[in-house]
């Protein structure tokens, strides 16, 4: 999926995708890397004026595989949608950090981030998902924090507030949960479980300093 606006990298990310021909369709949203002047790696889902750059494509930012980017120090998203994420855990008991957690694992804070399947949004909503919601537009930011989180809610209870399970079905589908009768044996699954746990993590330890 594309990250919204610039999101300057530490140093140079080289990105491992395998691009079908599912991927190449317009549809999914396109991602432009370029470097800037001072050598660092930058991506834009606008091309650059002035600089060349290669176009690149993203599935869920947290759910490759094969991803080289390092979780434990990949940029954080601390102010966006502040107030829409504190609303949404007010209302639906959750952690905070947790919704901004999935937020980043699913979109990296790319509002009009669509996946292969035909996600949307933030959260990455499937549409009849959003649509039984009451999601009227699933590209607002509002809308989708508030789906996302509600149906979040919704898992943990499903799962007996497993937050592992609920995260898992949250990846895979709950029915892929109660198949297995737990994590299913995804690579892409538990690629996604740890990188949550670590991007959670790392959002509440800078909660705590507020």
Excluded at 4 to 26: D, N, R
Excluded at 104 to 126: C, I, T, V
Excluded at 163 to 185: E, I, K
Aim: charged fraction near 15%; glycine fraction near 6%.
């Amino acid at each position: 999926m594309a990250l919204s606006g610039v999101i300057k990298a530490a140093g140079q990310l080289t990105c491992l995708l395998l691009l079908s021909a599912v991927q190449a369709q317009a549809t999914q949203l396109k991602v432009y890397q370029y470097t800037q002047q001072n050598g660092v790696v930058a991506f834009s889902d606008k091309p650059p004026a002035d600089s060349p750059f290669k176009v690149l494509r993203y599935d869920c930012f947290a759910c490759g595989v094969t991803s080289t980017v390092n979780f434990h120090t990949t940029p954080l998203f601390y102010a966006k949608y502040h107030q829409e994420i504190l609303t949404a855990a007010r209302q639906y008991q959750l952690d905070p950090s947790l919704i901004r957690a999935v937020i980043h694992a699913e979109s990296g804070f790319n509002p009009k981030a669509r996946s292969r399947a035909g996600a949307q949004g933030l959260m990455q909503l499937m549409p009849a998902t959003a649509k039984e919601l009451g999601t009227t537009d699933v590209w607002l930011p509002q809308q989708n924090i508030q789906a996302g989180s509600a149906y979040l809610a919704r898992l943990l209870q499903q799962f007996n507030g497993d937050r592992r399970l609920a995260l898992a079905a949250y990846n895979a589908g709950p029915g892929a949960v109660s198949r297995y009768d737990g994590v299913p044996p995804f690579a892409e699954t538990r690629a996604y479980l740890e990188r949550v746990d670590i991007l959670l993590k790392r959002y509440e330890r800078h909660s705590a300093t507020l």
